[in-house]
Structure formats: structure tokens, C-alpha cells
């Protein structure tokens, strides 16, 4: 293969005084590396000698990661070592090489040349080296032939001398070469900087180039050249000879010739430069933020009035609302709303005509259907009256035709990733010049970058409206009262970038008018910490259901957590509250202590328990403390976020807590609010927040009675009695026969099953009637169907029927049954 001539050069923008060594003004050279799939280099163009310093006859053969800058250790080493990565640099090149890639790959990387500079001929072992920026290009090549990888690079720092950019500005990257006006051209003088070779393999290596995405150099967000051998963007070089010979022209008394005059900027090449310009000033204008209201009208104001002198947003009604939509073509049941209109008209002319807000289809015969299907930009140099009707006729009741007709209109597609999201509806006075092709590409390039900027808006509402949804579907909706105690609870997401997290409390009703009270914190955020916290939720209130003591409880979620994976962790706080013992009976794992505010003096203070494993560590044991409390006490758990501040120690964010959760309030949440304020002073939370709050107000012993008897048939009766003498005392009569006749089903089945000989009937009153029988019997009983000759069974149907619930679980050697019935107004 032979190396071809020396045309590969890429443009850069015209700055500097003088060209790179051995290249012509205005270009520089572009190495032009083919690999084979041995990894040796079989292709090594006179840009890659003058780059990497090595002469053709001493790098065609050679393994390539010898020559080209991947990534490497200490440059004094020499051979494949004498290249080190650039800052922050993927070794893409290295992989790319390797055969590890299928996709191209673009990167910078630092490397040393032999002394003497980048014009080097030959490497000289032991002679002096200097470092030069490369930026790379790298095509993993299929195919017949032998060829593997093609490489092009290109020296950054010849790029800074020649265009005057900052170094660290300019960036390798990929495009489609029908982004570039003159697709074509691009894509016909390609082949100029590949290397020589049949017609047949070099089409075939152009072809997967433009396939793969053309090199292009990006010297900012939105400024993107591509890498051609001469992109014919006037020289600085050329404009100051044009200039000097201008001035001798002029010195000798002649006439200066009109290309002289214009200093080598035709008229063309302005109007292009002040489109750039106006695409620039627009594109840094846009996308300030993800918020949709304000990404709306930030593009609408900022084409009016320089391009347009009335600009109307119209988007998909699915965009508006932050909603996902089925892509496809629109049609002409598509709803579009107006969402802005940007006019240098006097002020409430086009409110009352088209108000913002509105929602309409387009049929088939408008220019704004042809755009919306097609995708492209339309242009109507003049609104004439016939086309002026057709659309006014899309309004009904209001003449827009004096707004429209004589105007000139460009209607252009808002698209992101080949979906129509809207469209722009650009109209000019008709004093004002037309809009004419080049106005169409450049209301096309500005359509494109505001529909990305809206997309992502788009996106990022949506994605937001899904975490909300997800949060809150996956928080409980807490009862404010449960037996024995009143409940408030907080939830505060952290920075909208990372708002669904894995905080979470709930509270759970237990036999014996019980209450679970939790709160936990997976590690970490985003939605795969979301799913785990519901997963770990779901485990809690199943296991507490069960009735498992609170260390028993943790031990079996850290077992789950070790079956679902070691991906992640969590802390949780479990606490059983019982009102009728006034105790607390709570086990840790690895979370932050819980307050308990006393009710009597005001003092408040940090539980000391003991402190287990976070869940997810495995094999370490959890311990439970039992805790006394009194009437009016308020217990406070939350999660680290509330009491975490960056830089400071944890104790004093503790502190805190302590004093505020001491502090009076009217009410249960004017105490969470008052929690709140004082730990959220700083702003910027980054994590997510849990604050739960229980009141613990306990049940009196005059609301409790308590029974035993003998497990004997004659001992239903004795419960009946007993049941309405209570309950007549409570005055409570008018349940007294549904709760004598439940109580006498489940002292019977207990009386028949039971194993011992005492059983015990407990009456509580609180928000509900709840009534309790105990026996020595573990064996649970179920709900079945019974037929109409069946002789047991009916009891517990009788039970499930009139009772407001009902209920089983295990205790100790025995079991409890239990139903409630709701409480008569008072």
C-alpha cells in the first residue's frame, strides 16, 4: 500500500500569524495511521512522521501500541512507554488497538517526540524529547481486506498556534456529515485523507467512516468543525497579504481592484459568520435550566426580534403535561398547544387571537401539518390572502388574517432523537427582508438545538413526575391515631437531581393494641435505592405482622437483604410501642439513636441502645432494649440526612434534634415543623429526610379488664356474663350483644382446643372496642367454607361477618385471637 500523497490536513479557524512547519496556511497536518490485524502498522502517512517523529520505513511493520499515543506509564522508559495519557483519558486508543472495541472511539493524549519537533524524520535513540497534544480519531474497520483500525490525529497545540482556540477547548468527537452544509462535498473529498489504495477498498473504508460518524473538531458545547482537507475558510495569512497589497495598490495613486477591497471576506462568508455568531449568542441563551416553563421561553425569546419578529412555541399536549407519548408520525388529531408567543407588536395585540395556552389540531393542507409530518422546515416567503384564509379558518371566531396576511413565515420543526416534540411558527413584518434559504438553515440549526434543550427539559419532568409518583407510592399514608398513641410524620426528598432515595417510615397495628414504629435509610439514591427501600418496607410489615420480636425482626431482614444481594445496605430503627404496659421495646441496626421528649419535666435525650450492623452486612447479632415510658411522652426517630451536615460532626447535628424536639408545639405537626426549621437552616440538602413522631399517650387501667378461666365447657357462659357486665360499666350496652356472642365463639374454640387449663379474655377500650382470648394451643386457626351439614366451623365466619377486624397470632407457647368492633358516637 503505498502512502499516498500528502493532502491529509484538517481546516482550523482562521488566526495566527503563521502555518504549522511543512504545512500550508490555514491547515494542519492530519496523521493517517492503518493498523492490521496482526496490530501491526501497514499505512503511515507524512502526517504521522511529521506527528509522532518516526520515519515511514522505520513504523510500517512495527506493532502499533509502539507508536501511537495510548495509554502508558513513565515517559523516560521509552519504546510503547514513551506516550502517557492525557488528563481524565479513557484508554479508548489502547482498547481500540487491542481489538476490544467495535464502536469508534476519540480521545487526547500526551506524548513525547524525538528532539527536534514534530517535523522529526527518524526516531533517535537517546536524543532529547518534547511533549506534544495529540488529539485521535480511531475506526474499527470490517471487511475483506487486511485493514483493522484506521487512526487519524492531529497535533492540539498546532491547532491553538493556527486558530488561536485554548487548547483545552478543542475536543475529538463524531457527527453525521449531513449535519455540515455541504454534506456532499464532505463526503466526496473524504477519500483526500485516506490513504492510497484500490477504488474498491478505499470506498469501502469512506463508506464505514461515514457510517461510524464523521471526525470533527468541537472547540465549544456548539461549535463543531469537521475534519476535511480544506474546508476553504479564509486564512488570516491571506487577508493581511490581501491587505498590504491593498495598501501599495493605494500608495501608488491606482485604483484598488474590488477584491482587494473586500479583504478576502466575501459577502457570503459574512453572512455565514453572522449566522454563527447568531446561533452561538442563542445556543448559550437556551438551556439555563430543566425546568420546561423556563426552557420554553427562553427559545421563544431569543430569536425576537433579531431573526423574527413574532415567534409562536407551539409542543405535543404529552410534552406539556411531562408525559411519555408513542413516537410515530403526527397526525391530524395530534393536539398542539400553544405554549409562548414572542412579538415586537405593540403590547396585547396577539393575546386575545391566540392566547397561550390553547390546544388545537392542524389539518392536512396547513404548512405547519406539512412540518410537523415531514419534519423539515417550511418557508412561505409572503402570507398571500388565499393561504392567509386557509389559516385563519383554524380559529374560528377570531380574524387573525390582518396579524398574518403580507408577512413572511418559516415554520420549523422542534426534534429531538427523530421525534417531533413541536414547532415554531417564525413570522417578519413586510417591511422586513423574506425569509430565504439560508434563513430555512438557520431556523432549522436553531430548531434542532432548541428542541434538545426542550427534550431534556421534557425528560427531566417527566423523570421527575415518575420519582414523585414512585416515592409516594411507596411511603405510607400513616393514620395520625393509633391504639394508644397519635402519630406525624415528614418525608423531604434532597437535591431534585437525586430525588427519589431510600428514606422511609411507616408504623404497623399489632395484636394487643400494639403499634411497630419505623424508620429506615438504604444507602445510597436514585430508583434502585427506591426499589430496595419498598422491598425492605414490604419485609417489615409482613415480619411485624407476625408479631416477631423487634431483634428477631432485624435479624430475618438482614437475612433477606443477604439473599436479595450485597449490593446494598441500609440502617433501620424498629420500636413496639404497648400503651397498656407504657414500654417501649426497640432493637437498632446501624441507625442514628431516636429522642424521647419526657412528658413531666420537658427533658429530652438520646436513647442509648444498643447499636447492631447496618441490614446487609450479615452474620452479626442484634440485641433489643426495653424502654419505660410514661402518658405524654413523644418519641422522635429519623434519618442521618436531618441531622448530617457536611463538615460538621454528626454530635452536633444530634444536639440539635435533641433541643428542638423539646421545644412546645400547639400540635404534633407543629412540632415536626418546628424539627424541621431548625435542622434545615444551610439549604442544598443533598440526602433525603425521614421524621416520624409518636405521642405516647398510653391506655388507662380503668379501659382494661382481664379474665381467666378453666378450660371447661361451662366457662363460656361466665364470659358471656362478665363481657356485658363490662361493657355496661364502660356504658357501652349497645354492643354488648354482638361482643357477647363473638367473645362466646372464641372462648368455646378455646375451651376445645386449648391444651392447659386456663384461658384469658382481655377487654380494651380505646379509638375501638378490642377483645382478646389467649391459650396454650399454638395452632392457628383458619377461615373455611362450610357446607350446609357441616357441624364446625361457623364460629370464625360469625366472627369475620361482625367484627370490624379480626385476627391471629403466635404467642409464646399459645396464640391470641382477637376481633374489634367499632365504637358507638358519643
Known amino acids: 500500500m503505498d502512502h499516498g500523497a500528502d493532502t491529509d490536513a484538517v481546516p482550523v479557524p482562521p488566526a495566527g500569524d503563521e502555518a504549522a512547519e511543512h504545512a500550508a496556511p490555514g491547515r494542519i497536518p492530519l496523521a493517517v495511521v492503518v493498523v492490521d490485524r496482526e496490530g501491526l502498522v501497514s499505512h503511515w502517512s507524512r502526517g504521522a512522521r511529521r506527528l509522532f517523529g518516526t520515519a515511514r520505513q522505520d513504523a510500517v511493520g512495527r506493532p502499533a501500541v509502539d507508536l501511537l499515543p495510548v495509554s502508558g506509564a513513565l515517559p523516560e522508559t521509552g519504546g510503547r512507554d514513551a506516550y502517557t495519557a492525557y488528563d481524565g483519558l479513557d484508554p479508548g486508543l489502547e482498547a481500540s488497538l487491542d481489538g476490544r472495541l467495535s464502536y469508534p472511539a476519540a480521545g487526547r493524549a500526551r506524548l513525547f517526540v524525538p528532539e527536534g519537533g514534530r517535523s522529526a524524520t527518524e526516531t533517535r535513540p537517546g536524543a532529547g524529547r518534547d511533549r506534544a497534544d495529540v488529539l485521535w480519531w480511531a475506526y474499527p474497520l470490517v471487511g475483506p481486506g487486511p485493514e483493522r483500525l484506521l487512526v487519524l490525529a492531529a497535533d492540539a497545540d498546532a491547532l491553538h498556534q493556527e486558530g488561536g482556540a485554548a487548547v483545552e477547548s478543542i475536543a475529538p468527537g463524531f457527527a453525521l456529515h449531513t449535519e455540515f452544509p455541504g454534506a456532499e462535498e464532505l463526503a466526496r473529498r473524504l477519500p483526500e485523507i485516506m490513504p492510497s489504495m484500490s477504488v474498491g477498498e478505499s470506498a469501502r473504508i469512506v463508506a464505514q467512516v461515514l457510517e461510524l460518524g464523521y471526525p470533527v473538531l468541537e472547540f465549544s458545547r456548539h461549535d463543531r468543525v469537521p475534519v476535511t482537507p480544506d474546508w476553504g475558510v479564509p486564512r488570516r495569512a491571506e487577508r493581511r497579504a490581501r491587505r498590504a497589497e491593498a495598501a501599495r495598490v493605494a500608495a501608488s495613486g491606482r485604483p484598488v481592484p474590488e477584491d482587494l477591497l473586500h479583504d478576502g471576506e466575501d459577502l457570503e462568508y459574512v453572512a455565514v459568520r453572522e449566522r454563527l455568531e447568531f446561533l452561538n449568542e442563542v445556543s448559550g441563551r437556551i438551556g439555563t435550566s430543566l425546568d420546561l416553563a423556563q426552557t420554553i421561553t427562553e427559545v421563544s425569546r431569543a430569536v425576537v426580534p433579531r431573526f423574527t419578529d413574532v415567534a409562536g412555541t407551539y409542543l405535543r399536549e404529552q410534552v406539556v403535561a411531562g408525559e411519555g407519548f408513542a413516537e410515530g408520525v403526527p397526525d391530524t388529531t395530534t393536539m398542539w398547544h400553544r405554549v409562548a408567543v414572542e412579538h415586537t407588536d405593540e403590547p396585547g395585540r396577539w393575546d386575545d387571537v391566540v ?176 426499589a430496595m427501600m419498598g422491598q425492605l418496607r414490604t419485609a417489615v410489615q409482613t415480619m411485624a405482622a407476625l408479631d416477631l420480636p423487634p431483634a428477631q425482626l432485624l435479624r430475618n431482614l438482614d437475612d433477606l437483604a443477604q439473599r436479595l444481594g450485597d449490593t446494598y445496605l441500609a440502617t433501620c430503627l424498629y420500636a413496639v410501642y404497648d400503651p397498656i404496659a407504657s414500654e417501649l421495646h426497640i432493637a437498632n441496626a446501624g441507625h442514628i439513636p431516636p429522642v424521647l421528649v419526657r412528658a413531666v419535666d420537658g427533658r429530652s435525650e438520646l436513647l442509648e441502645l444498643p447499636t447492631g450492623a447496618p441490614i446487609g452486612v450479615g452474620g452479626v447479632p442484634f440485641e433489643s432494649a426495653r424502654v419505660p415510658v410514661a402518658p405524654g411522652d413523644r418519641l422522635v426517630m429519623c434519618t442521618d440526612g436531618l441531622v448530617e451536615v457536611r463538615g460538621e460532626d454528626i454530635g452536633v447535628g444530634l444536639a440539635t434534634l435533641c433541643e428542638s424536639a423539646a421545644h412546645p408545639a400547639a400540635s404534633m405537626d407543629d412540632a415536626c415543623d418546628t424539627i424541621i426549621r431548625a435542622l434545615n437552616t444551610c439549604g442544598g440538602r443533598k440526602d433525603d429526610v425521614a421524621l416520624l413522631m409518636a405521642r405516647l399517650n398510653g391506655i388507662a387501667p380503668r379501659d382494661v379488664a382481664v379474665w381467666g378461666f378453666a378450660a371447661e365447657p361451662a366457662e363460656a357462659g361466665r364470659a358471656r356474663a362478665v363481657v356485658r357486665e363490662q361493657l355496661h360499666e364502660w356504658r357501652l350496652d349497645g354492643l354488648a350483644d354482638h361482643v357477647e356472642l363473638l367473645a362466646d365463639e372464641l372462648v368455646t374454640n378455646a375451651v376445645r382446643h386449648a391444651r392447659g387449663r386456663r384461658i384469658q379474655l382481655r377487654l380494651v377500650r380505646g379509638d375501638t372496642l378490642l377483645c382478646e382470648v389467649d391459650d396454650d394451643d399454638p395452632t392457628l386457626p383458619t377461615l373455611l367454607g362450610v357446607g350446609a351439614d357441616d357441624e364446625f366451623g361457623r364460629g370464625l365466619r360469625v366472627v369475620s361477618t361482625l367484627a370490624r377486624e379480626w385476627g391471629t397470632t403466635r404467642t409464646g407457647p399459645g396464640k391470641t385471637v382477637w376481633f374489634e368492633l367499632t365504637l358507638p358516637r358519643r
Open 355 to 530: 392566547p397561550v395556552g390553547e390546544a388545537m389540531p392542524f389539518p392536512a393542507h396547513t404548512p405547519f401539518f406539512q412540518c410537523m409530518t415531514t419534519g423539515e422546515p417550511v418557508l412561505v416567503p409572503r402570507i398571500g390572502e388565499e393561504l392567509g384564509h386557509a389559516i385563519a379558518a383554524q380559529f374560528e371566531k377570531r380574524d387573525i388574517r390582518p396579524l398574518i396576511t403580507g408577512r413572511s413565515m418559516l415554520v420549523v420543526p422542534l426534534k429531538a432523537r427523530h421525534v417531533v416534540l413541536g414547532f415554531m411558527i417564525l413570522l417578519r413584518h413586510p417591511e422586513r427582508a423574506e425569509f430565504n434559504d439560508m434563513d430555512r438553515v438557520t431556523g432549522a440549526e436553531l430548531a434542532a438545538r432548541a428542541g434538545l434543550v426542550l427534550d431534556n427539559a421534557r425528560m427531566y419532568t417527566y423523570q421527575e413526575s415518575v420519582a414523585e409518583t414512585l416515592q409516594d407510592s411507596m411511603l405510607p399514608h400513616i393514620a395520625p391515631h393509633m391504639a394508644g398513641c397519635d402519630i406525624a410524620t415528614r418525608y423531604l426528598p434532597g437535591t431534585l437531581l437525586g430525588r427519589v432515595g431510600g428514606d422511609w417510615f411507616d408504623s404497623v397495628k399489632l395484636p394487643g393494641a400494639r403499634t411497630a414504629l419505623v424508620v429506615g435509610d438504604v444507602m445510597g439514591h436514585g430508583l434502585n435505592s427506591a
